[in-house]
């Protein structure tokens, strides 16, 4: 008797579930729930952020103190339900004035004072602010991470990642596929039974459907393991 009104019960619930998820928002509702995000969120000033949508492609416009602070912009603004992408053009406009030597000085300290980062063997350049790094790491999480130390320094208003990943080991494709199936498979965030992963000379591949660009941000970020030089998503 208890397991049939369990099932009488779990049933309408399983269907109110179901119909929740298929819910389309049109693009204003879209907007202004980025919005209201961004009103509750003291990394975004929302007054000088603007979200518009069109077909759940998310423009965002305005002026940002600092690249962390516009990259957190495009992640809140993910988080939203319907969001498909989001198309980044917000402006970094520092409050403090510095010279590019004062940038490139305070950029390599911050990389030396980084616990990982320090080991790095990077080079770089500073042009109106925008920096440009140079060199080779072993990994692509180690790109990824000399890129976001930089982008925390205060002056930096653009970064052009043009390191280069080479593992000292090579690894067997089928291995690192494996790896990175299981890391999507453990990861609570994505659902990896849509997400078909393949291998090939360095590179790794992610092909097939997430629900949000949250979670398409967060599957590219479990594919970067020991072993993948770049990851491609533009199927995804």
């Known amino acids: 008797r208890l397991g049939m009104w369990s099932a009488l019960f779990f049933i309408p619930f399983l269907s109110l579930v179901v119909s ?57 603004a993910e988080t939203v339900k319907g969001v498909r992408s989001v198309v980044n053009l917000i402006e970094v406009d520092p409050q403090v004035s510095k010279t590019d030597e004062e940038i490139h000085d305070d950029v390599e300290e911050a990389l030396y004072r980084d616990p990982a980062a ?16 140079t060199g080779t ?41 494996q790896e990175i199936e299981g890391a999507l498979r453990w990861d609570a965030l994505v659902d990896h039974s849509r997400i078909e992963v393949r291998v090939v000379e360095g590179t790794v591949y992610l092909q097939g459907v997430v629900g949000s660009a949250a979670e398409k941000r967060r599957a590219r970020s479990d594919a970067l393991v020991p072993g993948i030089k770049t990851g491609d998503d533009s199927q995804l």
Do not use: M
């Open 137 to 177: 790491v072993q990994s692509a999480a180690e790109r990824d991470l000399a890129e976001k130390v930089v982008k925390q320094v205060q002056g930096v208003t653009e970064v052009n990642n043009q390191v280069v990943v080479e593992p000292v080991h090579t690894r067997p494709e089928l291995e690192v596929k």
């Open 20 to 76: 929740a998820c298929q819910t389309e928002f049109s693009d204003t509702e879209i907007s202004d729930a980025i919005h209201r995000e961004f009103i509750y969120d003291q990394a975004v000033l929302a007054g000088e952020v603007t979200a518009e949508t069109q077909d759940g492609i998310v423009t965002l416009r305005g002026t940002t103190e600092n690249l962390l602070a516009k990259e957190w912009a495009a992640r809140v």
């Open 118 to 133: 320090d080991s790095y063997e990077l080079s770089l350049s500073v042009q109106d602010g925008s920096v440009e790094l």
